[in-house]
């Protein structure tokens, strides 16, 4: 009745969970092309979102050419363990996650607060990284990130998050843009089997609470970007209203190795907006 | 048979234990000329060690004009709990096991990591500590000292570490230290009864995240060592390959009271390669 064996993609791809050393288990997705001297993807995702909110066409393009691995960290999603309120707790954490599969190199996308843990868990552990996205993201300490505006606040914060929400945060308010917002969102809530447990309110706050303080004005912290010296594609839209686009800026010109990559009429989810145009950018970033 | 009420020294002294205020037992080892006035000298070890990792030539020239004490951080060797993986953990650990013992002031020696402790330890309680001994150390966010070489990084990790990696990490690279070397690893090994126990790979994992962490590149963080106005030893030797000397002459020329001692001929291990005449120096500067 079914193709057997056809190779697992986002909408398919089993939730695997695993134990790692700090007593959390771990809720995740692994699938992709594998091969010798390949290096897995690790994604880490933004504020509420689980591993639904990957955008099936961005990750299975990517993975069509490179292993992929979708990770719930602490208390989020299917995830256990309540969801700590510093980036830095959550970037040992992802590392504790690492280290469960046994890990000895990857590449990672990080995207929004995800691009904050990227960064830490680069400076805490340097010689595990070997490229780094970098997308819709700033340093600590950057430019007009501390705090939402009340606009942005209101509709990031709903209890219930909708449609309406994603798309005037993620895409511009253009036609165009918010015809592919709408798009975006039938594709996440196009899995049916098996999807990720909803994020929780705890976790919301304790985000909320760790992306502000990450965005405490304090541009002392830019030295610190210096310690990153890997390879780094730093990409954002043009217009972000969530972390805003002079951010990107800041990471691409105080990061010892990185190139920036910035989509014109694109805001925050210029990933999900131009899905496959950024897939090829990061697979051919990666090879 | 044998000579009865002979003093303790580093190859005889027991492992004591104790347990404090935050729920771990610590192992550690007191002995040396006690007197009245006499401030005793606490040891915060390197990357890896644990007591036996102690130049018995070193703390027994120490220990004959005042208390030595040498401890085991949480986690590591015979102590119990999991070793954290921040300084500033590290350090608190420390202050627990301290206020166990109820002392209520105490010179220190950190050496490598255990100088990264001590540093923490005394901003966090100034008013604890007498005086400060900081051996192949360096300030946080100091210079290259953001993650090892690999050539280092494979020496320093090894799951099971050999006499050769500690000659190569310790010593120069030339005869007469490579000879010192293989001496220093002799005396570590000749203690036979009541070891103390071996380091876990769980203590290796959690220092290097900890110690990769306090060389982020960062200099606002030298501001800091303003606040340490004790008198101070700063000591290394000329070439440095794990925590390079820059920082031992960063730390004394940011430290308001310090006094630097560089060692030619030597690197890290110039403590071990010259114990004699570095116990004579750490006497003269603390009484």
């Not at 707790?89 to 690492?98: I, K, N, R, S």
């Not at 996205?133 to 709903?158: C, I, K, N, W, Y």
Request: charged share 20%.
């Amino acid at each position: 009745m079914t193709t057997p064996a056809t190779a697992p993609t986002q909408f398919t791809a089993p939730n695997l969970y695993i134990e790692a050393g700090n007593g959390i288990t771990y809720a995740y997705r692994r699938f992709g092309s594998t091969g010798p001297e390949m290096t897995p993807l690790l994604f880490l995702q933004h504020f509420r979102g689980n591993l639904d909110n990957w955008d099936p066409l961005l990750i299975d393009a990517i993975a069509a050419e490179r292993e992929v691995i979708l990770l719930d960290n602490t208390g989020v999603g299917g995830s256990s363990g309540r969801t700590p309120n510093s980036v830095t707790a959550m970037a040992h954490d992802a590392l504790a996650f690492v280290d469960a599969l046994g890990l000895r190199t990857l590449d990672i996308l990080g995207f929004s607060l995800g691009g904050f843990v990227a960064q830490e868990l680069t400076l805490i552990r340097p010689h595990l990284v070997n490229r780094l996205v970098l997308a819709g993201t700033g340093p600590q300490g950057g430019e007009q990130m501390h705090g939402f505006t009340s606009d942005v606040l209101d509709a990031a914060t709903r209890d219930e998050p909708t449609g309406e929400d994603f798309v005037s945060l993620f895409f511009e308010r253009t036609p165009t843009s918010i015809g592919k917002g709408w798009e975006f969102v039938d594709r996440i809530c196009s899995r049916t089997q098996d999807r990720d447990a909803p994020t929780s309110l705890q976790t919301r706050d304790a985000q909320l609470d760790a992306i502000t303080t990450w965005g405490i004005p304090d541009p002392t912290r830019l030295h610190r970007l210096s310690g990153i010296t890997h390879p780094t594609l730093v990409a954002n839209g043009d217009h972000d209203i969530l972390i805003p686009t002079r951010n990107s800026r800041l990471l691409a010109s105080n990061l010892p190795n990185a190139a920036l990559s910035i989509y014109p009429g694109a805001g925050h989810g210029f990933l999900f907006q131009h899905p496959e145009e950024f897939a090829a950018e990061v697979n051919a970033f990666l090879d």
